[in-house]
């Protein structure tokens, strides 16, 4: 055994310490071995770090931009639900859906199709609305312009799976015009009769991809990358080619994504795409993009380059280095010595003083420049890596200037102020207080830039808001404002109520829920604090949910899927600027309804915490 570890010693001593070599070979092989390992563990980390460190922001900013995209394009479809409820409200629509089977149409039909005509004018993205009769007679506005039989849409895959509740379905279709075809999205909703709520026909609004492509164009991921929308069943909504669109998505990988959640997938295709996508419940249809790994990757070669040559030319200064070492004679070799253990410890600042300029000067000299390099490589590493945070961070906030510029407020209430000239002049009452009101939201937020504002304003801006939703549930709710005289000029979180408001609709209304009541009111609670309270009777909130979000407004932490976000903004915003006391607690009972209430600072009480600051002798 002993022979054994004897002849191990001997062998490493040889072959692995040189032991019988020239001092040249020696130093050669070692210096060639400090400088390559470190170097090459040191790419070798970085480049996993790299690729780990590039994937993950990609992932989070695709997730972002779509989350974005998302938001936009959902608002921007729920408008035609609107469009299209009018539609149906019409009188000359409700009368002509009233009428029995043996009754004649036909004096109804041109002012039906005056009608529709009137709500095409008022959209540029609508190309087409048409009502399908069960009964026989269809009604469009393309007329004569329209090359495709009506009646064929009864034959389509989606004809047939209209709810029959009453609720719309978008679907992918194509308009054959005279010399073209067009791709559209198709909002169709079943039309019921007034009187025996029986279904009777069909309601179509063709919506051309002029917004959607609009707002996806802005979508800026990579040079190769692009933006597509799927729908429920795997079939093309919008994608850069309207050659696929309505056609079945023709990879296996995405066609299986499970239903309501978001991932990344690296796809198998040419490209090898790294392909992020989320998830609307609101639309059912699934938002991704696209990017080729490549592009992902680009950066990462470049680095591997980097750390290929910087390895070869560190070896090359390896070999001069042993070269000088081995012709020379060792004078300081023990201060010599005791220096590089310095060095090794990461002390960088000292220098081993050269006493001759023979070889072990030479090779001292050598030592110092290299102990100098390696400190100025290192402070470029660190200098490297601010200034590549720095442009990380700029690069961020580009981004998001970008997508917060994608519509112009001031544009947008021009537009409103049009369009509510237009309905007045055609006597459309609705729609002009509808534009009246969001043109008010719209400039309350333009002409007011600090953070707190009168619980007046607030008040009115709450009201515009109210008014809004009437539109939609008309009279499903109701509701009341109590807010007392002294209350009113109190300073109060600016848009601190509407999001609040907004959640008595979001949990308020269920499938069987009645009529709800929302009342907002004022109470003095002691001598230092107000309370804003907002209650509405509808559903409540489910106990597990309602202690989730309890827990998230006291950790002041927000979730990942952005859920109750208004809540927890508003209850930060309030916590940053009248202190931790102050906030938002919630009470809900399902079947009861849920009350929130917003804890605020009497004016007297932050007037008294300002003088005891002032005569506080030790601030």
């Known amino acids: 055994m002993k022979k054994t570890w004897r002849k191990i010693a001997a062998f490493i001593e040889t072959y692995i310490l040189l032991k019988n070599q020239s001092l040249m070979i020696k130093l050669c092989a070692f210096s060639s071995f400090l400088v390559i390992f470190p170097v090459l563990s040191v790419g070798i980390i970085s480049y996993k770090r790299s690729s780990a460190e590039l994937e993950n922001e990609l992932r989070q900013s695709s997730r972002q931009v779509i989350d974005q995209v998302e938001t936009h394009i959902e608002y921007y479809l729920q408008d ?4 299209s409820l009018k539609i149906i409200n019409s009188p000359e629509l409700s ?5 029995k089977p043996s009754e004649s149409k036909e004096p109804l039909i041109e002012p039906t199709r005056n009608t529709l005509k009137t709500a095409e004018y008022s959209r540029a993205d609508i190309s087409n609305i048409t009502i399908l009769l069960d009964d026989g007679p269809v009604i469009d506005t393309l007329g004569k312009r329209n090359f495709y039989p009506a009646m064929k849409m009864r034959d389509e895959y989606w004809y047939s799976s209209v709810p029959l509740n009453g609720m719309s379905m978008l679907v992918t279709r194509r308009l054959k015009l005279e010399n073209n075809e067009q791709p559209v999205i198709s909002l169709v909703r079943r039309l019921f009769n007034p009187r025996t709520l029986l279904p009777v026909g069909m309601l179509i609004i063709d919506i051309n991809f002029r917004r959607i492509e609009e707002i996806s164009n802005k979508v800026t991921i990579s040079k190769n990358g692009y933006f597509f929308i799927l729908d429920a069943n795997g079939h093309y909504v919008y994608h850069p080619e309207y050659s696929k669109l309505g ?11 499970k239903t309501e959640e978001s991932s990344t997938e690296i796809l198998e295709n040419e490209r090898k795409d790294f392909v992020t ?10 938002f991704l993009t696209a990017v080729p790994y490549r592009d992902l990757t680009g950066g990462i070669i470049q680095i591997e380059k980097a750390i290929s040559l910087t390895i070869i030319v560190s070896l090359i200064a390896a070999y001069l280095i042993g070269f000088g070492f081995a012709t020379s004679i060792i004078r300081p070799i023990r201060r010599l010595k005791h220096f590089m253990k310095e060095v090794e410890i990461g002390n960088l600042n000292g220098r081993v003083r050269v006493d001759s300029k023979d070889e072990i000067g ?8 290299t102990v100098e390099k390696l400190s100025n490589l290192l402070e470029e590493v660190y200098v490297s890596k601010l200034k590549e945070a720095e442009m990380s ?8 200037k970008m997508l917060q510029s994608q519509m ?3 544009f947008l209430y021009n537009s409103l102020e049009t369009i509510r000239g237009m309905a007045l002049e055609e006597n459309q009452q609705n729609i002009a207080i509808m534009s009246f009101s969001l043109g008010k939201l719209l400039r309350y937020n333009l002409n007011n830039s600090s953070s707190t504002v009168s619980l007046r304003e607030e008040i009115n801006f709450s009201e515009m808001y109210l008014r809004i939703q009437k539109f939609r549930f008309e009279d499903r709710f109701e509701y009341m404002f109590d807010i007392p005289d002294w209350a009113m000029e109190l300073k109060v979180v600016k848009f601190s109520l509407q999001p609040l408001v907004e959640n008595c609709f979001v949990h308020g209304y269920g499938p069987d829920t009645r009529k709800i009541e929302i009342v907002i009111s004022a109470i003095r609670q002691s001598e230092s604090t107000f309370v804003i309270r907002i209650f509405d009777s509808g559903n409540g909130i489910d106990e597990e949910l309602l202690e989730e979000i309890r827990n998230r407004i006291q950790q002041r932490r927000t979730s990942m899927d952005g859920k109750n976000i208004g809540i927890l903004n508003v209850h930060q915003r309030i916590h940053y600027l009248f202190g931790s006391e102050y906030g938002i607690t919630m009470k809900s009972e399902q079947g009861i309804g849920t009350e929130v209430l917003i804890h605020l600072p009497f004016p007297d009480d932050t ?3 300002n003088n005891e600051k002032e005569n506080d002798p030790v601030s």
């Not at 035609?80 to 469009?83: G, L, R, S, V, Y």
């Not at 030479?362 to 420049?369: D, E, I, K, P």
């Open 408 to 410: 112009n407020p001031h």
């Open 393 to 400: 961070l700029k690069q961020k906030e580009v981004e998001l």
């Open 80 to 83: 035609f639900e609107i469009t």
């Open 362 to 369: 030479q090779l001292t000299a050598g030592f110092n420049n």
């Open 247 to 257: 056609k079945k998505v023709e990879f296996k990988q995405l066609s299986q994504l």
């Open 607 to 609: 007037e008294g915490r």
């Open 277 to 286: 996508n989320t998830f609307s419940r609101n639309l059912g249809w699934r």
């Open 95 to 99: 009368s002509l859906l009233k009428m």
